[in-house]
């Protein structure tokens, strides 16, 4: 049979991230994503079956009160607390990416993820009538899950959906394939126990890269909410339907003069090394004002994190990306796959050093350029640049976030220096004086999602994210009948 373009390009894609995965993993963690589960409870043997049996259960979850939804999320959110120590291992285990303490955060952090307590109406009156205004469900959402998160993902956009009174139809990345489908069906078995409705939430028995396009083309997907990189948004949007995408970040964190340099090193630290630095809002890149700079590297070795010398930068580097033209430094430069979401300890052996066990991070001096600050390298070593003040820090960080408007941070008193920042950013996501994950309610006072949709605007989903609004109006005479 001969194969058009597309599907050539697909085919080739599909094989080479099998091979990336099998490279990843010891042999007796190798993982197919053919046949992850068992048929049932929500898995189903193609795109098609699984189209059709949430449209079958949408039916019913949207006849649903928002109590009996609640219900639906409170069974959600008990299963991720108490089954995150096998979730998580699992989880490691199958993709080799990430710490496992931190992937247990992530479950036990479901529980901030906003349910029907987000479902609110509005209403006006006047002379004229009454007009109020709801919110309706899509129907069935086509969702795309990441590697680096899989089943936390998952959680949340089905906390989302259900209040929505959607169903979903979930691909998961091929690399935490398994893990997904066992959660989803641990999730199916105990809402059907408490409702009676079966395939709230579903998945395909064999998924992959084929399996995902054709959920996007696929008519009874009312919408499309798609969690990874670049490639997978780009197919979604092809799809002719309407996307939101949670797309790439490359997260920059400006150090002023007149930081607190102690806090902010413990800052940055732990949300840097949060899960070997997979997530998107991670700090990325630090540039530092010159006239703290000094203090600031002593302010990172006191919270325990490890300075990398000029070598042992350029031997990470030379092991961490690969480039476009012949030789370093020549093209554009590419993350390797084998570095991104491992520990400080593989990182450092590829540095050439040893570090204390526990070791957090590791950082190290860079210019502006550097392939470390220019691309999102989802790994535990931060490039600090020394800037000459906050105006150059603030021009290099919008250099470097590459107009992505994800994630920015600042350490500051100056509150002229953190508006300025934030004006020039125009980020989704902007935190002051913290973690990156106060932006998700975990230190801060932000609401939690793993899909954080900038390309397309959303922002963080909600439940409202995944509604249509719907307008009812009653005439004033209607009105005085009444």
């Given at each position: 049979?001969?194969?058009?373009?597309?599907?050539?390009?697909?085919?080739?894609?599909?094989?080479?991230?099998?091979?990336?995965?099998?490279?990843?993993?010891?042999?007796?963690?190798?993982?197919?994503?053919?046949?992850?589960?068992?048929?049932?409870?929500?898995?189903?043997?193609?795109?098609?079956?699984?189209?059709?049996?949430?449209?079958?259960?949408?039916?019913?979850?949207?006849?649903?009160?928002?109590?009996?939804?609640?219900?639906?999320?409170?069974?959600?959110?008990?299963?991720?607390?108490?089954n995150k120590q096998e979730w998580a291992r699992l989880e490691l285990e199958e993709t080799g990416l990430g710490r496992l303490?931190?992937?247990?955060?992530?479950?036990?952090?479901?529980?901030?993820?906003?349910?029907?307590?987000?479902?609110?109406?509005?209403?006006?009156?006047?002379?004229?009538?009454?007009?109020?205004?709801?919110?309706?469900?899509?129907?069935?959402?086509?969702?795309?899950?990441?590697?680096?998160?899989?089943?936390?993902?998952?959680?949340?956009?089905?906390?989302?959906?259900?209040?929505?009174?959607?169903?979903?139809?979930?691909?998961?990345?091929?690399?935490?394939?398994?893990?997904?489908?066992?959660?989803?069906?641990?999730?199916?078995?105990?809402?059907?126990?408490?409702?009676?409705?079966?395939?709230?939430?579903?998945?395909?028995?064999?998924?992959?890269?084929?399996?995902?396009?054709?959920?996007?083309?696929?008519?009874?997907?009312?919408?499309?909410?798609?969690?990874?990189?670049?490639?997978?948004?780009?197919?979604?949007?092809?799809?002719?339907?309407?996307?939101?995408?949670?797309?790439?970040?490359?997260?920059?964190?400006?150090?002023?003069?007149?930081?607190?340099?102690?806090?902010?090193?413990?800052?940055?630290?732990?949300?840097?090394?949060?899960?070997?630095?997979?997530?998107?809002?991670?700090?990325?890149?630090?540039?530092?004002?010159?006239?703290?700079?000094?203090?600031?590297?002593?302010?990172?070795?006191?919270?325990?994190?490890?300075?990398?010398?000029?070598?042992?930068?350029?031997?990470?580097?030379?092991?961490?990306?690969?480039?476009?033209?012949?030789?370093?430094?020549?093209?554009?430069?590419?993350?390797?796959?084998?570095?991104?979401?491992?520990?400080?300890?593989?990182?450092?052996?590829?540095?050439?050093?040893?570090?204390?066990?526990?070791?957090?991070?590791?950082?190290?001096?860079?210019?502006?350029?550097?392939?470390?600050?220019?691309?999102?390298?989802?790994?535990?070593?931060?490039?600090?640049?020394?800037?000459?003040?906050?105006?150059?820090?603030?021009?290099?960080?919008?250099?470097?976030?590459?107009?992505?408007?994800?994630?920015?941070?600042?350490?500051?008193?100056?509150?002229?220096?953190?508006?300025?920042?934030?004006?020039?950013?125009?980020?989704?996501?902007?935190?002051?004086?913290?973690?990156?994950?106060?932006?998700?309610?975990?230190?801060?006072?932000?609401?939690?999602?793993?899909?954080?949709?900038?390309?397309?605007?959303?922002?963080?989903?909600?439940?409202?994210?995944?509604?249509?609004?719907?307008?009812?109006?009653?005439?004033?005479?209607?009105?005085?009948?009444?």
């Open positions: 049979m001969t194969m058009n373009r597309d599907q050539l390009v697909a085919e080739i894609a599909e094989q080479v991230l099998l091979r990336l995965q099998q490279q990843a993993k010891p042999a007796a963690a190798q993982v197919s994503p053919k046949a992850v589960a068992a048929l049932g409870d929500g898995v189903l043997p193609s795109v098609d079956a699984a189209v059709k049996a949430a449209a079958e259960a949408q039916v019913k979850v949207a006849a649903l009160g928002l109590e009996q939804r609640g219900q639906i999320i409170t069974i959600i959110r008990r299963l991720c607390e108490q303490d931190h992937k247990i955060a992530k479950l036990e952090n479901v529980k901030y993820v906003l349910g029907v307590e987000a479902m609110t109406s509005q209403s006006r009156s006047d002379a004229s009538g009454l007009c109020i205004i709801e919110r309706a469900p899509w129907g069935v959402i086509g969702m795309v899950l990441p590697a680096t998160h899989s089943v936390p993902t998952m959680a949340s956009n089905a906390i989302n959906i259900i209040a929505a009174g959607n169903t979903a139809v979930f691909s998961p990345h091929p690399a935490a394939a398994k893990v997904a489908a066992r959660a989803l069906q641990v999730f199916n078995r105990e809402i059907e126990k408490a409702t009676g409705i079966t395939n709230a939430l579903v998945t395909m028995q064999d998924p992959s890269i084929r399996a995902a396009e054709e959920m996007f083309h696929h008519p009874g997907i009312a919408l499309l909410c798609v969690t990874g990189g670049p490639a997978v948004v780009r197919a979604a949007g092809k799809s002719g339907k309407r996307v939101i995408a949670a797309g790439p970040g490359n997260p920059p964190v400006v150090v002023d003069e007149t930081a607190q340099l102690d806090e902010a090193a413990k800052a940055i630290i732990a949300g840097a090394s949060f899960d070997n630095n997979l997530l998107c809002i991670g700090e990325k890149e630090v540039f530092v004002v010159a006239q703290v700079w000094d203090a600031f590297i002593a302010a990172m070795k006191r919270a325990g994190a490890v300075e990398l010398d000029f070598a042992a930068v350029e031997r990470l580097t030379e092991a961490a990306f690969r480039w476009d033209g012949e030789g370093k430094g020549c093209g554009h430069a590419h993350v390797r796959k084998e570095l991104i979401g491992k520990d400080v300890a593989v990182l450092a052996a590829a540095a050439g050093v040893k570090v204390p066990a526990g070791t957090p991070l590791l950082f190290g001096e860079t210019n502006e350029d550097h392939a470390f600050v220019q691309e999102e390298q989802m790994m535990p070593f931060l490039p600090l640049v020394k800037v000459k003040d906050v105006n150059a820090g603030i021009a290099a960080s919008v250099k470097a976030e590459h107009g992505y408007r994800h994630t920015a941070l600042i350490h500051s008193r100056n509150i002229e220096n953190v508006t300025k920042m934030a004006r020039a950013m125009n980020t989704t996501l902007f935190v002051h004086n913290a973690p990156c994950t106060a932006a998700l309610g975990t230190d801060g006072a932000g609401y939690l999602s793993f899909s954080i949709a900038t390309p397309t605007g959303e922002g963080v989903t909600t439940p409202l994210t995944f509604t249509r609004e719907r307008q009812l109006t009653i005439g004033g005479g209607a009105l005085r009948v009444i």
